[in-house]
């Protein structure tokens, strides 16, 4: 009684309901609520995979679906898969929990599978469509406005590019130095966007940065070798790239 007196005290001058559990329970909530955040991602990118084989388009569908006030559009995004040091965590917490409990844990245990899934169909789609071994990547952080690289999809796509012998240059406006502590001189770092993309046969965006849709693109594809575009977060239109020159591949259209 005391500690909940001194925790409501501490919290006052913060608007909001409090809500007074047990131990049990306040670990499952932080628990559960990322393990939905998590859900609601993989399951955007459950259905971009049936609008890549449909010809739909996954913006659209799931700003229709967002519509619905019982559902909501956040965290309804398909891309490259979730990161961070909060989601793949306890998503694999609740798992374990649910495994040593005998409880059923399949559904969260396909909320894991996707977001690999989402990496890897990218990474194939690359491998397969790329003009050339001479990468630019933009974007390195999990999430903008950070330099947290902790489980960052782009860890992984990295590793995998450099695993099919592609060359890489890399830009984020501030996870660079995250980034180069892993992987030093396997790959190279630029200063500059435009940098990044010089000769390139290919760009790969991993992580939405705002100053990335505010770009030239027309600078950015006079400096390509070859104006490919893979776009792991759908920051652009195609119609818009295919009228730029570009040859644009994006998640779910």
Same mark, same amino acid.
């Given at each position: 009684k005391k500690a909940i007196n001194l925790l409501l005290k501490l919290h006052q001058p913060i608007n909001g309901k409090r809500v007074i559990v047990n131990l049990a329970s306040a670990e499952l909530i932080k628990y559960a609520s990322n393990c939905l955040l998590a859900t609601k991602i993989s399951f955007a990118n459950f259905i971009s995979f049936y609008c890549q084989k449909t010809g739909a388009n996954v913006d659209q569908v799931l700003e229709a679906v967002g519509l619905d006030k019982r559902i909501g559009k956040n965290f309804l995004s398909p891309g490259v898969g979730y990161g961070g040091s909060c989601l793949p965590k306890d998503v694999r917490a609740? $798992?374990? /929990?649910? =495994?040593? !409990?005998? $409880?059923?844990?399949?559904? $969260?245990?396909?909320?894991? &599978? /996707?977001? !690999? &899934?989402? %990496?890897?169909? +990218?990474? %194939?789609?690359? /491998?397969?469509? #790329? #003009?050339?071994?001479?990468? #630019? /990547?933009?974007? !390195?952080? +999990?999430?903008? &406005?950070? =330099? =947290?690289i902790r489980e960052a999809p782009s860890l992984h796509l990295i590793q995998k590019f450099l695993d099919n012998g592609f060359t890489i240059k890399v830009y984020d406006p501030v996870a660079q130095n995250n980034i180069k502590r892993i992987f030093k001189e396997m790959i190279n770092y630029a200063q500059t966007p435009y940098q990044t993309v010089k000769n390139a046969d290919a760009l790969v965006i991993i992580c939405e940065w705002n100053e990335f849709k505010e770009i030239d693109l027309k600078k950015v594809k006079k400096l390509m070798s070859k104006p490919y575009i893979f776009d792991g977060r759908n920051i652009y239109q195609p119609e818009e790239m295919e009228k730029l020159g570009f040859k644009y591949f994006s998640i779910g259209k």
């Open positions: 609740l $798992i374990n /929990i649910g =495994d040593r !409990l005998k $409880i059923n844990t399949n559904l $969260i245990k396909a909320v894991e &599978e /996707i977001n !690999l &899934e989402a %990496k890897n169909n +990218f990474l %194939k789609t690359i /491998i397969k469509y #790329a #003009a050339g071994k001479n990468l #630019a /990547i933009w974007g !390195l952080s +999990f999430k903008p &406005e950070t =330099d =947290d």
